[in-house]
């Protein structure tokens, strides 16, 4: 059964900085993408960023460009997104996902199979 259990989101104020963590178990961790999406109250689910499988290379919404950085422990299985210069409109449950790539690869074409709890996240302002 896969299973995708994330901790650290929290509250912080605008500027501040979160690292959220995403263990994974129950499938081969280096033959899936894993990736990050976010919601916020009355918005649609937001494809956050995801690294790759296939050669390690990190996607992000624009959005969170230059901002957020995705990594991954390949001996603990987890992954990892950390968040820096928060913004209020950050604000959201968080999702650690499950992810199939598809030509041409990017944060918009990838699609999440599999999906943890959420960890809520808010930045104040």
């Known amino acids: 059964e896969v299973q995708l259990v994330e901790s650290g989101g929290g509250l912080v104020q605008a500027g501040g900085s979160l690292r959220l963590s995403c263990a994974t178990s129950?499938?081969?961790?280096?033959?899936?993408?894993i990736g990050w999406s976010r919601q916020a109250p009355g918005k649609e689910r937001e494809r956050v960023s995801y690294?790759?499988?296939?050669?390690?290379?990190?996607y992000y919404a624009d959005s969170v460009k230059g901002r957020f950085t995705i990594s991954s422990d390949n001996a603990k299985n987890t992954v990892y997104l950390h968040m820096n210069s928060l913004k209020p409109e950050d604000t959201a449950v968080y999702y650690c996902?499950?992810?199939?790539?598809?030509?041409?690869?990017?944060?918009?074409?990838?699609?999440?199979?599999?999906w943890g709890q959420g960890t809520q996240v808010t930045v104040s302002s």
């Open positions: 129950g499938f081969s961790f280096n033959d899936y993408a």
């Open positions: 996902t499950q992810v199939v790539e598809f030509p041409p690869y990017g944060i918009t074409t990838m699609k999440p199979m599999a």
């Open positions: 690294i790759s499988a296939r050669d390690g290379r990190t």
